[in-house]
């Protein structure tokens, strides 16, 4: 007999979270999948189009368009909903935007009595996480962030090409903001379970190209590469958000990077910054702790102070 149907809303249908949907219809993750957006013919016209990729699929998913009101039943909210920047500008000069998009939004779904668990992409993502938090009432568990996952991945990527491997035989993380201020902790970069700078060092000869300090460069703006080029990402943040999602309704217990609110790890409190963390069906399960060297904790600290910064100065407007 078949179980509770597992029910995802997506507010936002613009490329991200149709991009998400689709993710999502591809891959089974769950049940149902309702759209919300301000324009609701738009939220309307992919909830039609992606219920027409039913007969090619291994199962149904049910597609629809609803509101706010809706998210009641719902098991996890994803938040896409926000403000690009424009050329020239970084994610945090959005910020003022995604404060009252965030407002509206939450406290409209939270009115209606949702207890599941919200998944951020909006940007500035670790700020929006934070004020999902806030705004919600719901405890930090039960609010996720996309944070570095993306960044992650990017840099998996770009460590396959230098390698010549698999990018899911390397493990490694971005950490900190999703932004300007991230740092990759190389210490816990690993290759087939082989600690990168290992590698490095016992074959110096054969991967003196290797530039880590470019690597990390690259991964910080690989994101800006893709929005100079075609305006948006969306691909990669879909299947991230997909990625998290299914963690979540499966209980898998994944370890990715996202955005949490910390309470006193990594020596640091009431702040929202990216950091690896067992995601199952109650969110996020436990967060990891990694033994930074004194370097790396030292940009962590920078990082948080940065957020922690920006958080302080929308205080009045949350």
Same mark, same amino acid.
């Given at each position: ?6 029910? !995802?809303?997506?507010? /936002? ?36 189009? &992606? ?5 090619? =699929? ?21 938040? =896409?909903?926000?403000?690009? +920047? ?16 965030? #407002?509206?939004? !939450? ?8 207890? /599941?668990?919200? !998944?951020?992409?909006? *940007? +500035? ?5 934070? &004020? ?7 405890? #930090? *568990?039960?609010?996720?962030?996309? %944070? ?5 991945? #990017? ?5 396959? $090409? ?5 990018? #899911?035989? !390397?493990?490694?993380?971005? &950490?900190?903001e999703h932004g300007e201020s ?17 590698? &490095?060092?016992? @074959? ?5 190209h290797v530039d880590l300090d ?13 929005? =100079? ?20 309704? *499966? ?13 006193? $790890?990594?020596? @640091?409190?009431?702040?929202?910054? /990216?950091?690896?963390?067992?995601? %199952? ?9 990694? $033994?930074?060297?004194? $370097? ?8 948080? @102070?940065?957020?922690?910064? *920006? ?8």
């Amino acid at each position: 007999m078949k179980g509770k149907a597992r029910k !995802v809303a997506i507010v /936002g249908a613009g490329m991200v979270g149709s991009s998400c949907a689709y993710s999502m219809v591809n891959q089974s993750i769950c049940d149902e999948i309702m759209m919300i957006d301000r324009t609701y013919d738009r939220a309307l016209a992919h909830a039609l189009d &992606l219920s027409h990729c039913m007969d090619f =699929t291994s199962t149904r998913t049910k597609v629809r368009a609803g509101t706010y009101a809706d998210c009641t039943d719902m098991d996890v909210v994803i938040i =896409t909903a926000g403000s690009n +920047p424009k050329p020239g500008q970084d994610r945090l000069s959005v910020l003022d935007d995604a404060v009252h998009i965030t #407002r509206e939004i !939450v406290t409209a779904i939270m009115e209606g009595g949702f207890d /599941g668990i919200f !998944v951020i992409a909006a *940007n +500035p993502v670790d700020i929006v996480t934070y &004020l999902v938090q806030s705004i919600s009432g719901l405890p #930090r *568990n039960k609010v996720i962030g996309t %944070g570095t996952s993306i960044d992650s991945s #990017r840099l998996k990527t770009l460590l396959s $090409e230098v390698f010549s491997i698999d990018p #899911r035989s !390397v493990q490694g993380y971005a &950490l900190g903001e999703h932004g300007e201020s991230q740092f990759v902790a190389w210490s816990h970069v690993t290759i087939g379970g082989k600690p990168l700078l290992h590698i &490095l060092r016992q @074959h110096k000869e054969r991967f003196r190209h290797v530039d880590l300090d470019d690597i990390a460069r690259k991964t910080r703006d690989a994101g800006w590469e893709i929005f =100079t080029r075609k305006g948006a990402t969306y691909f990669g943040i879909a299947n991230a958000l997909a990625y998290i999602t299914r963690s979540i309704l *499966n209980d898998d217990g994944k370890i990715i990077a996202i955005s949490a609110v910390l309470d006193g $790890e990594y020596g @640091h409190t009431d702040v929202c910054t /990216g950091v690896p963390a067992i995601i %199952g069906s109650k969110g996020i399960q436990e967060i990891i702790e990694l $033994e930074l060297s004194p $370097e790396e904790q030292a940009k962590f600290d920078a990082s948080c @102070h940065l957020i922690s910064d *920006n958080i302080r100065a929308i205080s009045g407007l949350v």
